[in-house]
C-alpha cells in the first residue's frame, strides 16, 4: 500500500512549496475532489523507487481558541488519512501559540508524526532548531521547502519502514 504523508501547520509556513516540491516528479497527479475533500489537494510523489501520496492543507489559523477549533477540519482529516504526519513549523518566525496547540493534539495521535522545521535557509541549523524541542515531538528537523535542502534525506527517513 502507497504510504500517505500529510502536511500540516498554521498558514504560510511552506506546506504548499513542499508539497509542491514532493510533487514535482514526472508523474505526479495533482487533483481535488470537490464536495468531499474539499481544501485538501492530493498528489503522488516518488523517491528511488518508493512511490508516495501527498496532502497539502490550507493550514490552521492562530485565531481559533481551543484545540478543537483551532484544528480546521480539513486538517483533522487529512491527519486521519494518513500514515505519517508532518507538522511545519517556520524557523524565521519562532515558535507560535498556534504550533503549541497543534503540537498538543498531535502528540495525543497516534500517527506517526515528525517535526519539520522550514525555512532554515541562511540560519544556522542548531539555533534555528533551540525553540522547538519544547514542542514535545522529539528531534525537530531542519529543511527548506523552497531550495530543497534536506528534503530529499527527510523523505527517505520519513518512508523508511514502508
Ligand atoms: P503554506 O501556507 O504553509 O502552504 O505556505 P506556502 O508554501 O504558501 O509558503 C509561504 C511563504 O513561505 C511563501 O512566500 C514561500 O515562498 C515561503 N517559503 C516556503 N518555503 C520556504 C523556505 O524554505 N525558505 C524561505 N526563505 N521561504 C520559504
Ligand atoms: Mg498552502
Redesign the pocket.
Known amino acids: 500500500m502507497t504510504p500517505v504523508i500529510a502536511l500540516v ?1 498554521r ?8 508539497f509542491n516540491r514532493l510533487t514535482r516528479s514526472r508523474d505526479a497527479l495533482v487533483a481535488d475532489f470537490p464536495g468531499l475533500t474539499r481544501d485538501r489537494k492530493y498528489g503522488n510523489g516518488r523517491l528511488g523507487d518508493k512511490p508516495f501520496t501527498v496532502i ?1 492543507t490550507g ?1 490552521i489559523s492562530g485565531d481559533e481558541e481551543g484545540i478543537d477549533a483551532a484544528m480546521a477540519e480539513q486538517s483533522l482529516a487529512a491527519i486521519d488519512e494518513a500514515d505519517i504526519v508532518l507538522f ?1 513549523v517556520d524557523a ?1 518566525a519562532g515558535l507560535n501559540v498556534a504550533d503549541e496547540a497543534i503540537a498538543n493534539h498531535l502528540r495525543v495521535n497516534q500517527k506517526k508524526t515528525w517535526l519539520v522545521v ?2 532554515t ?1 541562511g540560519l544556522e541549523e542548531h539555533s534555528a532548531m533551540a525553540d522547538f524541542w519544547q514542542l514535545g515531538l522529539g528531534d525537530p528537523w531542519p ?5 530543497g ?1 534536506n528534503v530529499s534525506r527527510l523523505i527517505e527517513e520519513v518512508l523508511a519502514p514502508f
Not at 498558514?11 to 513542499?18: A, I, Y
Open positions: 501547520g498558514p504560510n509556513v511552506g506546506k504548499s512549496t513542499l497539502d493550514g511545519l524565521r522550514n525555512k535557509d529543511i527548506a521547502a523552497a531550495h535542502r
